[in-house]
């Protein structure tokens, strides 16, 4: 059985890049001038969903988060 955590992280960064992909192809298609998620963003977006998603599940307890840019494992 994989790790629930590694396996909520994967889930996010999918979910992140699928949300990125569906918001650029409809910016595409609805606007002038799109502005497109960024591909240096889906990492970022990617850990707002973990951090909630974790949250969720683990109830609404204090948990620490690294910065964006920190490293969350040595």
Known sequence: MQDPFKEL???SFKDAM?????YNRW???SFDEPLSVQANAI???AMMLYRCRL???LGEGTIDFPEADE???D
């Open 55 to 57: 949250q969720a599940r």
């Open 18 to 22: 699928d949300l990125a992909d569906d």
């Open 9 to 11: 992280m994967f889930r």
């Open 71 to 73: 490293r969350m494992f």
């Open 27 to 29: 910016a595409g298609e």
């Open 43 to 45: 990492p970022q977006m």
